[in-house]
């Protein structure tokens, strides 16, 4: 008589919730992004330049885009690499340099190694301090590892929002 076989340490039951949770939080953040992708950009109704002609002059202006900011589609990349939390920060402030004035709406920030997400998270804690009116409170993030990357290193992808009239 054969006896029936033991599932190893923690079961096969809990691995399943394991996994169902894990995709649960990665479609609410699909959710997230095509709910925000969704809305109209005001941007695209923006009025165009006016020619020097006499028929511009008589046409009456449209009024500046209102309503809420979308989100931009295409994201911004930068780097980060060290364990220093002043190291971090001045890195995050020299990398984002370049879109200075604008508005992070959401940031993905994928560390390297086993531990990743503590890493990314340490990352996401400090971007405010790098660039406090770039990352608000306001800003969304979420922690992800990489095991393709080095510990110690994230790579931050930042989602801006549009800004009307600029």
């Known amino acids: 008589m054969s006896r029936p076989r033991r599932r190893g340490r923690g079961g096969g039951r809990v691995a399943g919730v394991v996994l169902a949770g894990w995709l649960f939080a990665d479609l609410l953040l699909v959710l ?5 992708a969704d809305r109209p950009d005001p941007l695209a109704a923006r009025d165009p ?3 020097n002609s006499a028929d511009a002059s008589s046409k009456p202006k449209k009024p500046k885009p209102t309503g809420p900011r979308s989100v931009e589609r295409k994201p911004e990349e930068f780097e980060v690499k060290g364990t220093d939390k002043g190291a971090l920060a001045d890195q995050i402030g020299r990398s984002t340099q370049k879109w200075r004035g604008r508005t992070a ?10 531990e990743g997400t503590v890493y990314a998270h340490r990352v996401n804690s400090l971007l405010g301090k790098g660039r406090p009116e770039m990352f608000t409170k306001k800003t969304a993030t979420d922690d992800f590892h990489d095991l ?3 510990v110690s290193t994230a790579l931050v992808r930042v989602y801006f929002f549009t800004e009307p009239g600029g």
């Open 105 to 114: 709406a959401l940031v993905l920030t994928f560390g390297g190694g086993r």
């Open 148 to 150: 393709s990357t080095d």
């Open 32 to 36: 997230a992004l095509v709910s925000m």
């Open 49 to 51: 330049k006016p020619s």
